[in-house]
């Protein structure tokens, strides 16, 4: 008894002077690749450090916390190998022991875990290393890894742009395989240590070396643009000014995306430095990345919608002998999302957006879109659109030219050539789903006009032709919040010329109101302009969302000239123009909230031009229920109200602190956005899969077979096939806790990996306890079952983190908050799957999105109206539910390894005076 007192002073006594125990032992920890894990051979692993731990103790998962805990560098994911190199699973970690992990040199070694299989390319011959690809799976075919390599090793390895008939895989035993045979064999078969070979046939022995084969990718010898004909350099400075001395504010804010948007990615070690401090330099874009790796033509646009079209195009623009850049074949992981797509946008000559339903009504085309707008650069709709310019970016595209998709027929109009109606029996008419065929000759004309838009730019600027689409800067007062490495811009510190501008935009209704704004910021001393300011010079008049079908601010494409191929000039954008003009200038913007305000349709334009471009003021004036779209744009924590007694030094503090770039509040956005970043990075890091599915709905059941629904769906989701689900919910009850509280039991059941999550905020000040397990001094409590990960300051947050970290929503009744959650997702161009039987917001109540009810791209039509069917057992659409899930991971999985080649007819088969002509 004394000698166990003894050893427990002893250890109490080390531990307060900060010394190790005896039972305390150093374990290295180093990091591997994937040929590390199939042989003994250390000699490339990179030593990380060492952590200080009691190995007789430490469970698997106690020593990855006190990795992340004492290491300074991480891949955001790994996994631990065994002391013979085995790769260990997640779903492996809990059954076995840390002795299995340690080698006998006291070193554990780790291995970066990429959303997909990451496999090298090397050449028979020489074992000359020509890349990597990711894919979905090893089981894949074949002639799917062929697709993927060509794809994705194109554009960058000379030897593998020409034919794609000009190489062969080989075998295990060095056996070359046929193309008649790659269909049979799967890509386990031929995988050697992480690596697969391929034989080049002779015509390519002869010339892999000849110097006249490898053209540097960053030589854009097509382009003609006059600063990018030999190395693609910084573009030439543009002079913003605003009107505050203060500093430039380069924060993590503004068209700045998460840096862990591509889950699982490595944790950052971007060559984008760190955010500058007050006072500091603007970053130099030298320092970014390597200019060589700027594409001429970028195209933008909607996953959901387009990803097949922005492929064809790449293809034929290519054949044109265009540089272009494709998120798809340009981020992978372990790359920075956001950082790539900066750089892409800000250093590309040519914007090209595939103009779809809802492109600008996602956050990532919003945000792209408005960048290259702000950079003045050279911008090419591609309209897939019935009317132009689109509602969400019609002040935006009010005077640019856009370019139809598809050529009418003889006799006929421009709509009827673009959408073919699938019209089954016994279907509303009203519900009409429009398919894009997006035919070869078509893709083709797009391409070719492209080509030929870039060529009459070129001499314009070769001109120095200011009245052609080389435009001034967007932004003549004050620079938008600018995502980071965006350095190439001169900022001038100087007064804007007069009074600081306040714009006010109002809806008519609130005409007297809008009176009394103006007449209260001009006894400050500011010039004010009013939206209505432009229904005073013109006959434009507010459309409201529910009268769609007519709008003096869209146009059908038959009626507009602007769509013209040949020789289309924009038409007169009128109020569209003159409030884009105000808003440029302006310091400030006042949004007047209302209820008129929210169903109007030229408001709606207004506030998704200002967005992130300006610096806005939202001011509400009346009670009313605040749409999805608008919460997304503008946020609800910091509003001014009108009813409040004070709320005109409220407005004018903030309208003040607005004018200054360098207060606490424009600090404070960007200190949200990072944080909100920093978040969505921890979340990924703690999931030990990519296959995750998000559950949002109700907290109480309203609908009498909702409980049997939920439980049905979390039994189904649980039997998949694979078994390789991730749960995840909003640690609520109801919905929430019944899907995955029936998901955890049937795997239990089945001895599997429970693999449940649940994300709760450390704390919400409003009183959610009959929603979840909160304290009274309002924090959370872990739920009972699974693991939860505290993440957020409060409820709001967590909805826009999730939204960002998860693929898939299913939504099960719900009120507001779930059809908010539902919007989140949507903006985030995610996937929400509703239970529409069971009412409330997946039902379509709440304003929820109404684009959620649309059959997402691989998804049965019977799978998906099963979910509305009432008469349906539970077991029926628990079990449709799963297959939905399935059907839209297998096509998120292969979007990477199921492309089209994209380079396999490149202009290498071209010769440049052929490629002249076609631009000419």
Sequence with gaps: MISFIWSFLKRLIMADAGEPDEATSLVGISLTGETGCCHDNTTDDTSLGFIMVDVSSITVKGIREAMQNELDALPSSFRFLTKQGWPVSSGQEDRIQVKHLINDKGVVRIQPDYAKPRIGVVTSHDNNALGFVFLSSLNLSISQLREAIVAQLGG??????????????????????????????????????????????????????????????????????????????????????????????????????????????????SPVPPTPKSGDAPISPKIIANPESAKQILISYVRAEASQYALDLKQELEAQNFSVYLDVHEIFCGSDWQDSLNFAVSHCSVFVPLVTPRYGETQWTNREVKLADVLSKFIVPVSFLEMWPPRCLAIQFATTQFIPWKLPGPGMKHTEAFFHPIIEKGVDVTEVTYTYMWERP??????KEIGKRCNAEAKKRERGDEDGNNKAPQLRSYASILPRGVGDLVIVQECREGKPLVVVSVHPKQREYASELVELFEE???????????????????????????????????????????????????????????????????????????????????????????????????????????????????????KREDYKDSLLNRVKRSLNASSSDIISDAAKETEISKSVDYVCNRLPGEKCVYISGGTKFFYDKSEEICKAIGISLARQERNDITMVTGGFYGVGETISGSFF??????????????ILPRKDEQDRSAQTRQNHDKTFQEVPFGKTIFCGDN????????????????????????????????????????????????????????????????????????????????????????????????????????????????????????MIDTLT
Aim: charged share 25%; proline share 5%; net charge negative.
């Design 156 to 269: 960058s390895q000379n030897a593998l742009c020409g034919d794609d008939s000009d190489w062969m895989f080989l075998d295990r035993n060095s056996w070359p395989i046929c193309r008649q045979q790659e269909e049979a064999m799967a890509i386990i078969d031929i995988i050697i240590r992480a690596c697969v070979r391929i034989h080049f046939c002779q015509k390519f022995h002869q010339n892999i070396d000849s110097p006249d084969v490898h053209v540097a990718e960053g030589k854009l010898k097509a382009f003609p643009f006059p600063d990018m004909e030999v190395t693609p350099g910084t573009p030439p400075a543009k002079k913003f000014r605003t009107h505050s001395p203060g500093p430039l504010m380069s924060n993590d804010t503004g068209y700045q995306v998460s840096q862990s948007y591509v889950r699982h990615s490595m944790r950052s070690l």
């Design 442 to 447: 078509d893709v083709a004309m797009v391409a």
């Design 524 to 642: 400050q001393g500011y010039e004010v302009w009013c939206s209505l300011d432009v229904l005073d010079d013109s006959a434009q008049t507010y459309q409201s969302n529910t009268n769609s079908e007519d709008s003096s601010d869209t146009m059908p494409l038959e009626d507009s000239e602007v769509c013209d191929i040949t020789n289309g000039d924009a038409m007169d954008p009128g109020p569209l123009q003159q409030f884009a003009a105000k808003a440029d200038e302006a310091g400030v913007v006042v949004f007047v909230l209302s209820k008129a305000f929210a169903e109007s349709y030229t408001c709606k334009e207004q506030v998704f031009y200002c967005e992130t471009r300006k610096r806005v003021v939202p001011l509400v004036y009346e009670d009313f229920e605040m749409p999805g779209w608008m919460s997304m744009l503008i946020g609800t924590s910091l509003m001014e109200h009108k």
């Design 745 to 758: 039991e049937e795997r239990k059941q089945r001895k599997l990996s429970t693999n449940v999550f649940h």
């Design 795 to 914: 409820v709001r947050q967590r909805e826009t983190i999730v939204s960002r970290v998860f693929d898939i929503c299913i939504l099960v009744e719900g009120g507001p908050g779930a059809a908010h959650e539902a919007e989140e997702f949507c903006w985030s161009d995610h996937t929400v799957i509703p239970v529409k039987c069971t009412g409330g917001s997946a039902g379509g109540k709440f304003n929820v999105p109404k684009k959620i009810f649309e059959v997402p791209r691989g998804v049965s039509k019977e799978d998906w109206d099963m979910l509305g069917d009432s008469n349906l057992a539970a077991s029926n659409i628990g079990d449709a539910v799963a297959r939905i899930v399935k059907a839209l991971q297998t096509g998120a999985a292969a979007q990477l390894t199921r492309m089209k080649s994209v380079t396999s007819k490149r202009a290498s088969l071209v010769s440049q005076h052929s």
